[in-house]
């Protein structure tokens, strides 16, 4: 007899993928529930638009619900889960390229709801990192949301995008250095530059290199170190 809802929390998550092949009718939903947090986080960091992570998000879960069976077992449940996402955030990027659309951060969905440890809660800081990642490409971006936002190792960020983990730090490289300008002014409290400004090539005046907060950082407040 399969296990009840409350057997399923004890569960593995392969074991609970294998009931679902099974035919278990609640063990791909215990496994959901699990996972979805980070699996949320991941899909709207990486589209800046709520609708459409929750879109993304539906669209993978579909996904994996139905290719469960081809699941080979030669990595985590968790990283197959994250690939088939980013893949569905990926479709959904490069579909929308030929109807751009506007961020709607403040916008609510099931997953979205303001809780005592949402990631960004000051409006602005969320605004501003939103806005930058916006500017990234998608490989970058995407490469940088798993390691500096989400706090995957890079050898977990490259399982999960099938590339080899040099091209995962070349990635988060390329894109720390595009958001630095961008970002800069959180660290140092100043406004930002004014539109088609440049930034003062350089360190000048020995600011610190801005970090994307992380998820330890969202734990201690929202510091963005």
């Not at 994250?82 to 030929?98: E, F, G, K, P, Y």
């Not at 951060?105 to 916006?134: F, G, M």
């Amino acid at each position: 007899m399969p296990p009840q809802r409350a057997d399923l929390t004890l569960l593995d998550d392969r074991a609970l993928l294998a009931r679902h092949v099974e035919g278990d009718g609640d063990a791909f939903g215990e496994l959901f529930r699990r996972h979805r947090d980070r699996l949320w986080a991941v899909a709207l960091r990486t589209l800046s638009d709520p609708e459409e992570a929750a879109d993304a998000l539906q669209d993978a879960m579909i996904s994996a619900y139905r290719a469960a069976g081809s699941f080979r077992g030669d990595s985590a449940v968790t990283t197959w889960l994250h690939r088939v996402v980013v893949n569905a955030c990926l479709d959904r990027m490069r579909r929308r390229t030929s109807r751009p659309t506007v961020p709607l951060p403040e916008v609510e969905t099931e997953y979205a709801r303001p809780t005592a440890t949402d990631d960004i809660a000051n409006t602005d800081l969320r605004l501003a990192l939103q806005s930058a990642l916006a500017t990234l490409p998608e490989e970058q971006r995407v490469a940088l949301v798993l390691v500096d936002v989400e706090g995957y190792s890079v050898e977990e960020t490259a399982r999960t995008l099938g590339v080899a983990p040099g091209t995962v730090k070349s990635r988060c490289a390329r894109a720390r250095a595009k958001l630095l300008p961008l970002l800069r002014h959180l660290r140092e409290g100043n406004p930002p530059p004014p539109a088609g400004k440049a930034e003062p090539s350089g360190n000048q005046g020995g600011a610190a290199r801005v970090k994307v907060p992380t998820r330890q950082d969202r734990r201690e407040g929202g510091r963005a170190g």
